[in-house]
């Protein structure tokens, strides 16, 4: 099956620090791919829609200021998280789509990347 | 707003037995639907999904049923092993004009098997 990848799995930043998450489409090619936040115990909530040669979508509430993301290419978006500060401590996931026809194509998900911010 | 929520935050079984987790949605115009299946510190993990066209679909020891008219989402897993236990999570597709389209993912279901 498909294969998405995501760098780091883990990291721990000071405040006030940026950090930079990528996510890789390892064996297709992904135009569009998704960014979620989780919280402990909690659903995931999409943060943004990063669409390769174009701007990202972000959903309401999302400041794009904070967390800027770049399409790269067709098997890499970026997320960076500027001036980070402990609430954003969570654990951020991306996802890309394969195919569809007439709905959403299968998303396959990365393992995660844990951020905490002291 | 949209939203797609679960009636139980947890689900205890024994081993070997049937579970049954349930999701219910508000957008009648979603027309797919998804179960993950996410294990501690990982992302989700595809399990089966549905188009509106159908009410049920099987898949290996799981099923997803879909009651369009109450807007009611379940999934089964047959002989439940402890390799099951996770978060569950119901995801919709609430624009149904084609292409890559985001999810709205349930609140979760913890689901704890025991032996």
């Known amino acids: 099956g498909a294969v998405v990848s995501q760098h780091p799995s883990r990291v721990i930043c000071k405040s006030g620090t940026s950090v930079k998450i990528e996510c890789r489409s390892l064996?297709?090619?992904?135009?569009?791919m998704f960014w979620y936040r989780q919280f402990p115990k909690q659903s995931l909530m999409l943060m943004a829609t990063?669409?390769?040669?174009?701007?990202?979508?972000?959903e309401q509430g999302v400041e794009k200021d904070k967390f800027l993301i770049n399409h790269a290419s067709l098997t890499l978006s970026t997320l960076t998280v500027t001036s980070a500060h402990p609430e954003d401590s969570s654990f951020y996931i991306c996802s890309a789509p394969i195919g569809g026809t007439g709905g959403a194509g299968e998303q396959f998900f990365g393992p995660g990347t844990r951020l905490t911010v002291l | 707003g949209e939203s797609v929520g679960l009636h139980l935050p947890t689900l205890s079984v024994q081993e070997g037995d049937n579970s049954i987790i349930n999701c219910a949605y508000s957008n009648s115009a979603s027309d797919y639907f998804i179960w993950y299946k996410q294990e501690s510190g990982k992302g989700p993990q595809f399990i089966i999904d549905?188009?509106?066209?159908?009410d049920k679909r099987q898949g290996q020891r799981v099923t997803v049923l879909l009651n369009k008219t109450v807007k009611h989402l379940s999934l089964q897993i047959a002989a439940t092993q402890p390799g099951d236990s996770a978060v569950y999570f119901c995801?919709?597709?609430?624009?149904?004009?084609?292409?890559?389209?985001?999810?709205?993912f349930g609140a979760g279901t913890r689901l704890a098997v025991h032996p």
């Open positions: 064996d297709f090619q992904a135009t569009t």
């Open positions: 995801a919709e597709n609430p624009d149904p004009s084609g292409g890559y389209n985001k999810l709205i």
């Open positions: 990063s669409n390769e040669g174009s701007k990202a979508t972000y």
């Open positions: 549905i188009r509106s066209n159908m």
